[in-house]
Structure formats: C-alpha cells, structure tokens
C-alpha cells in the first residue's frame, strides 16, 4: 500500500482532505484509465481515517488507523470491488482471459447487500466510515439498485468513493446522487518526467500510444505488449500483403479488447495522418503508414471506425471473438485496398 498519491494529484488530495468535515456523502472520481484514479482513492481514504494527517492532505502512516489500513483491516473502510479484478489498464472489457472462470467481473448485489452491516454498526474511531467502489461500473443493475437506497439516506460520518473511468455506464439515479470530482491528469510534461522517473527512456512513444495516461503508458512499455503491437500495426500498413483471416487468428490469441483498441488507434492515425499530417498514437509512424494515409479513402475509413465502434459495444458481452476479428479486418482489408487502387 502506497501512502502518496502521484504528483498530479497532489492538489486535490489536500483540497479534499482540508475539507473533510463538509464531504458529502458520495463522491464520484471520474477520469480516463491509468492516471491512478485507485491509488488516489485509496490514499484518500486512509487520508480521511487518518488521526493526524499532514498538511499536505497526506495520511501520516503512523497512527493506529493507518496502521490498520495498511494491514488491509480497517474496520471502518470497506472496499468493494469484483472478485476478477483486471489488469489496471487492460482495456476495460477484456474478454479473452481464460483463468478466474468462476470470479465474477461484476460487483454483485450480494455484495452491496453485506454492506448494510458495516454501514449501521458504530463506527471505532473517528464516526467516519468509508466505502470504495472501484471500478463502480462494475455494478449490475441489481447491485446498483441496492446501492442506491443507501445512498438515498445514508447514516451520518458515511462516505461512498465511486471511482468510474466510464461513468456514463454508471445508473443516472446514482451519479445523480454524488459530487463529481474529475481524476486531475498530468500535462504532457509533467507525465514524461514522471515516467522518465520511472526509467522509462522513449517516453513521447508510450505516453502517446496510451493515450496520454501516465500508468497505461508504463504498463504498455512491456518489450513482449510492443512487439504484438508492432506486428500487428505493421500487417495493417500494408493492405496488399496482409492476411484478413491469418490475423484474425493471432488477433484472437492477443486478446480482442487490444485488438479493438489497437484498430481504433491504428485508423484514428490514419486519418489524421491524411488530414494533418501529424498521428496522435504513434511516436513515429512507418513508411508504409505515412504512404497509406495519404491513399486512403477518408469516408470509407469513417464507416469502418463506425464498424469498431459498435463492435467495442458489444464487448460486455460474450461473443466469437474469432468471428468478431475476422468481419472486422475482411471489411478493413476492403476499405484500405479499394482505395490504394483507386488511386494507382
Ligand atoms: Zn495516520
């Protein structure tokens, strides 16, 4: 457990801290994946239990509720969270992963329900008490339902921290019913100082493949994700020689959540490589991409990112990702060589 929050985040962690007797008794922080919203979360609510925290807004670490903290019983903080837990920036959906068969990637209703213990014993230190919800999108609409009656009236010296990266997916009764408080992001300076920190050395490359988020860039920097990567965007290059169906078949084994946040980067470059010659995912785009790009059919290249998107839809549910795979770069493959030859 990790008693500081990222540099990033410092400002709101002392703000709320200072502010604790006025809290209302929901917060929802909201933000993109891997900018350390559940570290913050975490931090912030041994922050609040803490007996003396510093002036900073930083739990001291020493105390007895720290201590218990720490030690993962605090006895007045609970963490609800599903059983799955994925991996902090896999994408969001993964629906690939064969191990955990019996966890549940959702924060079940049963679980919301043995909360109603905890939240109407006395508190043991200071009447505060503290829910963490995280990712709160992984509700059921059950769980969700329960939830809320909670926090139509919750006791007092209650605290709920719904952490979301899409809370647009969370019930609007809920949101309604909490204060919003937006996830701070590093500015881009800021961040590859933080990786360089890190010892992370081409940090431009993986910030912008992560879209601008610090930890996802961390995680991405894995030597084996970036070879997968390449390869892929490599095949996608050149359309000529690229396989629809081969792919299809490695795409499977890497993971359709990747493969659809793979494309949907791969075709956001594309197009902006043609319209302003500068691509938002690459650090340095190839040859053969930078030639595409300027080849390519803008509108034909819009429907397929239409096509991906309703595909990214459906990831929540279970599907053939083979078959999802294969349709998806058949109808790419077309695009990106209807148009190369239109152009010879
Ligand atoms: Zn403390």
């Avoid at 994946?33 to 609510?45: E, M, N, P």
């Avoid at 629809?244 to 494309?263: C, D, R, S, T, Y």
């Amino acid at each position: 457990m990790n008693n500081n929050v990222y540099p990033w985040q410092r400002d709101l962690l002392r703000q709320l801290v200072s502010a604790r007797a006025q809290l209302p008794n929901a917060l929802l922080l909201q933000g993109k994946d891997g900018i350390g919203k559940h570290r913050f979360a975490s931090v912030l609510s041994q922050a609040l239990l803490c007996d003396a925290p510093a002036a900073s807004g930083e739990p001291c670490g020493q105390c007895t509720s720290c201590g218990w903290f720490k030690a993962g019983g605090h006895p007045d903080f609970r963490l609800l969270a599903p059983e799955a837990q994925d991996e902090p920036t896999e994408p969001a959906a993964e629906q690939g992963k064969t191990s955990d068969k019996k966890a549940s990637k959702y924060i079940t209703v049963a679980q919301v329900r043995e909360l109603a213990d905890f939240i109407n014993l006395t508190t043991h230190r200071h009447g505060m008490r503290i829910i963490l919800i995280h990712p709160a999108e992984a509700m059921n609409a059950q769980a969700a339902n329960a939830l809320l009656k909670t926090l139509e009236e919750p006791p007092a010296g209650t605290l709920f921290i719904l952490v979301s990266h899409q809370p647009q997916r969370l019930l609007p009764t809920v949101r309604s019913r909490c204060r919003k408080v937006n996830a701070p992001l590093p500015d881009r300076k800021e961040a590859m100082l933080w990786l360089h920190e890190q010892g992370l050395t081409d940090t431009a490359s993986f910030l912008a493949q992560s879209g601008y988020a610090p930890l996802a860039a961390l995680q991405l920097s894995d030597a084996d994700h970036q070879a997968k990567r390449s390869q892929v965007f490599g095949q996608l290059a050149v359309p000529r020689t690229m396989d629809p169906l081969v792919l299809a078949e490695q795409g499977e084994k890497l993971g359709l959540a990747w493969m659809l946040q793979w494309l949907q980067q791969w075709v956001y470059d594309l197009a902006s490589l043609g319209l302003t010659g500068q691509a938002r995912y690459q650090a340095e785009p190839s040859p053969e991409t930078v030639r595409l790009a300027k080849t390519v059919n803008l509108i034909e290249l819009f429907k397929f990112q239409q096509e991906l998107s309703a595909a990214q839809r459906t990831l929540q549910h279970p599907l053939n990702p083979r078959l999802v795979l294969e349709q998806l770069l058949l109808s790419y493959w077309q695009t990106a060589n209807r148009q190369e030859s239109a152009h010879v």
